[in-house]
């Protein structure tokens, strides 16, 4: 595999709003986050990835922009994102903006001008359609709940948004919206970051003409994932993307791709694929239901190791997946993957040592690294999240209590990742002196940055020492390059797999369970490079695996 610039790289992700407020309005900004660029350096970052910090309304968090070319007075001024640029540079660290070019808000000028005249110029940067018989011009369901359609004004006339109203899809069918789009790219190329995630990008190509699906629900609507399927060439898009853009700069990307089809893989990640690399989500969607939230099924410690070992296979001689355990869209890992009442400080650093080590570019979310868990919302009226509010609201349609929605949401919730960071123990984690956009999570005052960094077994010096492990001069390449093998698959609740390079075997070994269990070595080790208890207990042939014990082995 040719070797990139961010093979060997470890990213952070950052979501602004909830990460450090240095003016006091309860919500972070770019000055906060410049402040703590020392300590992600420190961690061992080299990337980072700020999720939205454009002007918008904020009806979908920022992910709803209203102007390319800027930053939201909240976040901060462009002065302060190129001194984040420049004082990240200084510190070898990259910055990733979040590119989000399937919508914008329904606040940007475009969309204000295609209101005005939806069959002129700018009706044409987005998806404008009749109305069929005085409804919707077809029955697809947006993400955030009922129709895609919303109708203008009192006209016959709908516009698409794949997501909530307040997002119009652009219409990527246009070639001028896709030259704006690539220009807007290249000028954030220009001011020195180094590439994007990329938002919601198999969104872009619609199954044109708009026409009817089966209906999935009582509502009659059927998930745009049904019409979604139906399309092929979103790849030709993507490619002249990345040719009028990341390419000649030499980009690093990550796509948000679902459900990309068999075999197209080495399309987005391989030599000459579209992106550098695209996330595995196999985790975080599996188990889920189409019905909702309230049905989704728990992974169970094997379904997790599953899905890490089939992705695994899946990217082999391809490409890099980028590894994660959460994200500001999904609820905390290790409340999600370590099954209930068992999430103690050595599960979290199991975790993050067996997702970490497999081969891909491991992403860290905030908080993660302090081992941040599910918040416990009492109510309802706690959280900010559209699709929070409409899975509860689904939930309690399907007959489930109050108490039972609440419940279901407060497993998944995208806030659940959004609140602020706990960096100590005084008023609001620490996070503002002001009053926080978000509740605060109760369990603040015992595990906070401050705390663990005093305590050397904390899960934030074991992150620390899993990043320098991945990074050594020593060990890295075979952890970036060296073969994935998994290993003792037949072992109900161990996870394990060996990564094997030019002259080195390293076995990365888990006890997904509370109960000891006796794991027989396939040949003796010869040094423990990593494990998460004081002492490795065995007599050489064999591992003696404590509950939640992780080991890294030097074969
Ligand atoms: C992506 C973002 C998510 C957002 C959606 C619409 O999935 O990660 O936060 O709601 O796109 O932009």
């Excluded at 629900?217 to 745009?224: H, Y």
Aim: aromatic share 14%.
């Amino acid at each position: 595999m040719k070797k990139q610039w961010w093979h060997d790289k470890v990213a952070y992700q950052i979501y602004p709003k909830s990460f450090y407020d240095t003016n006091g309005d309860g919500i972070g900004d770019l000055r906060g986050v410049i402040s703590k660029l020392d300590y992600l350096k420190d961690l061992g970052i080299d990337i980072i990835w700020l999720s939205p910090i454009y002007p918008s309304p904020f009806a979908d968090q920022g992910y709803d922009i209203s102007d390319y070319y800027n930053i939201d007075p909240r976040f901060g001024t462009m002065h302060d994102l190129e001194e984040l640029i420049a004082e990240a540079k200084k510190r070898n660290i990259s910055i990733l903006l979040d590119l989000v070019v399937n919508h914008c808000s329904d606040e940007h000028e475009w969309f204000q001008k295609a209101l005005k005249n939806p069959t002129g110029e700018y009706g044409r940067y987005f998806y404008i359609r009749e109305g069929k018989d005085g409804k919707e011009p077809s029955n697809i369901r947006s993400y955030f709940g009922g129709s895609a359609w919303e109708q203008i004004g009192d006209t016959n006339l709908y516009y698409l948004h794949l997501f909530h109203k307040k997002q119009p899809d652009l219409n990527w069918e246009n070639p001028v919206v896709r030259k704006e789009i690539y220009d807007m790219i290249n000028w954030w190329l220009e001011k020195g970051i180094a590439g994007f995630r990329i938002d919601a990008i198999m969104n872009i190509k619609k199954a044109l003409p708009f026409h009817d699906y089966e209906a999935d629900r009582e509502d009659g609507l059927a998930d745009c994932r049904a019409m979604l399927n139906e399309n092929d060439g979103v790849m030709e898009f993507l490619k002249e993307m990345r040719d009028s853009t990341f390419r000649r700069y030499h980009a690093f990307t990550v796509g948000e791709v679902f459900n990309e089809k068999k075999g197209d893989l080495s399309e987005f990640i391989g030599e000459d694929g579209c992106f550098s690399s695209i996330f595995d989500f196999s985790q975080t969607v599996f188990g889920a239901s189409e019905k909702g939230w309230y049905d989704n099924q728990p992974v169970t410690p094997d379904d997790y190791r599953q899905c890490c070992f089939n992705s695994q296979k899946r990217a082999e001689g391809i490409g890099f997946l980028s590894n994660i355990i959460e994200n500001h869209d999904e609820p905390r890992g290790v409340s999600r993957y370590i099954p209930e009442g068992e999430c103690s400080d050595e599960a979290k650093k199991m975790l993050a040592t067996l997702y970490f080590l497999l081969q891909g570019i491991p992403f860290i979310y905030q908080g993660q690294e302090i081992g941040m868990e599910n918040v416990p919302f009492d109510s309802i009226d706690q959280y900010d999240d559209v699709s929070t509010l409409e899975e509860y609201r689904v939930a309690q349609l399907n007959g489930l209590t109050n108490e039972q929605a609440l419940e279901a949401v407060r497993r998944y919730s995208r806030d659940n990742a959004r609140v602020p960071f706990q960096w100590d123990s005084s008023e609001n984690a620490g996070f503002t002196k002001g009053t926080p956009w978000l509740l605060v999570s109760p369990d603040y005052p015992a595990n906070n940055l401050k705390r663990q960094f005093t305590d050397p077994d904390s899960v934030f010096h074991y992150y620390k020492k899993l990043i320098a492990l991945r990074k050594s001069e020593e060990y890295k390449d075979t952890f970036i390059y060296g073969q994935f093998i998994p290993a003792y698959t037949d072992e109900e609740r161990v996870m394990a797999y060996y990564r094997i390079g030019e002259d080195q075997r390293i076995l990365i070994i888990g006890n997904f369970k509370m109960a000891e269990q006796e794991i027989k070595l396939e040949q003796p080790y010869r040094k423990v490079l990593l494990h998460n208890y004081e002492t490795v207990s065995g007599n050489g042939t064999s591992l003696l695996l404590k509950g939640y014990e992780v080991v890294v082995l030097e074969l």
